[in-house]
């Protein structure tokens, strides 16, 4: 009955957002950086807050610290959607927002070079996130993955966290996913929808790598993040602002220049990290795994440029 309550809610509130967006104009428009050519509804990913709170209101506050932060993060980048903050203040909230995160997961009990390696990684997860969100299906299809994978891993293999707040966050990307996940979206993640989901798996990893001492598992993660890195050191090596919007990725490659659908550039995603996810399920030696995944994530990126470049002179 609370999963069917849950969804009723999300559900409701994924709809009326709709409605909201739709009255108040909040649309994206396609700019360089884009890879989509219509008028947008933007924010629909602030079901991914709402779902996490529904979820403290009917099982209780158990992460207060981590919901302030969720809140404040998610707030800022809701008014980024609508109209365009400072980067100085939305850094700062950012900075903050973390803080309340590690404060609840006592990272601050930890030395000081932990918190610090912890809040570079988490900072690089938000904006990785933020920079992969550019077509339909993207975000929520793959930020399903990672959550199902953590499910299955919290289920199977170590408890660190409530399945509670992980059912609730299904229901939500299973929501978004239907109105997103499609030729034609009928709504965007928008800065709250990638931002805050984001900042909810960086707070279930932290837990699990805590939990288990094993940073390894960061590799739910890898293909984000070696397509980031790799795109950045990419820019640089092209002396290119890399603060300037671009269409550099490699899935706005595939989308934009080879004309592959946005959703079939999706699944390619969506499959290939729960292919590694499979691997570090059954894996024994999980740090070789995750040196071999990046290794081969960071060629297969480098041989795709060469050859796209070399055919697109």
Not at 15 to 24: E, V
Not at 243 to 265: D, G, S, T, W
């Amino acid at each position: 009955m609370t999963y069917l309550l849950q969804f009723i809610l999300i559900l409701a509130t994924q709809l009326t957002y709709f409605r909201i967006a739709n009255h108040y104009n909040i649309i994206d428009k396609p700019n360089q950086r884009s890879s989509h050519t219509k008028v947008t509804l933007r924010g629909g990913g602030i079901v991914f807050y709402f779902s996490v709170l529904f979820y403290f209101l009917l099982q209780g506050f158990q992460y207060p610290w981590f919901l302030l932060g969720l809140t404040l993060i998610a707030g800022i980048s809701f008014a980024d959607d609508i109209k365009p903050q400072s980067s100085k203040l939305r850094l700062l909230i950012h900075f903050i927002a973390m803080a309340f995160m590690f404060y609840q997961l006592g990272l601050f009990e930890l030395p000081w070079y932990f918190t610090l390696i912890a809040l570079i990684v988490s900072t690089g997860i938000l904006n990785a996130y933020n920079f992969m969100d550019g077509i339909n299906g993207l975000t929520g299809g793959y930020s399903l993955v990672i959550v199902g994978a953590l499910w299955y891993i919290n289920t199977h293999q170590v408890s660190f966290i409530d399945n509670n707040l992980l059912y609730a966050l299904m229901i939500a990307l299973l929501i978004f996913n239907f109105f997103n996940f499609r030729k034609k979206a009928n709504c965007f993640a928008g800065d709250v929808g990638a931002i805050s989901i984001a900042f909810i798996i960086v707070f279930l990893l932290g837990t699990l790598i805590l939990k288990t001492n094993n940073f390894s598992y960061i590799v739910l993660l890898a293909l984000y993040g070696v397509d980031t890195v790799c795109t950045i050191v990419h820019r640089i090596a092209l002396k290119e602002n890399i603060f300037e919007a671009h269409r550099k990725h490699l899935y706005q490659i595939m989308a934009n220049e080879l004309k592959i659908p946005h959703v079939v550039v999706s699944g390619i995603y969506c499959l290939l990290q729960s292919l590694i996810v499979v691997g570090l399920v059954i894996t024994n030696n999980p740090y070789w795994y995750l040196s071999i995944v990046v290794l081969i994530l960071g060629v297969t990126y480098i041989l795709f440029m060469l050859k796209f470049y070399r055919l697109h002179k």
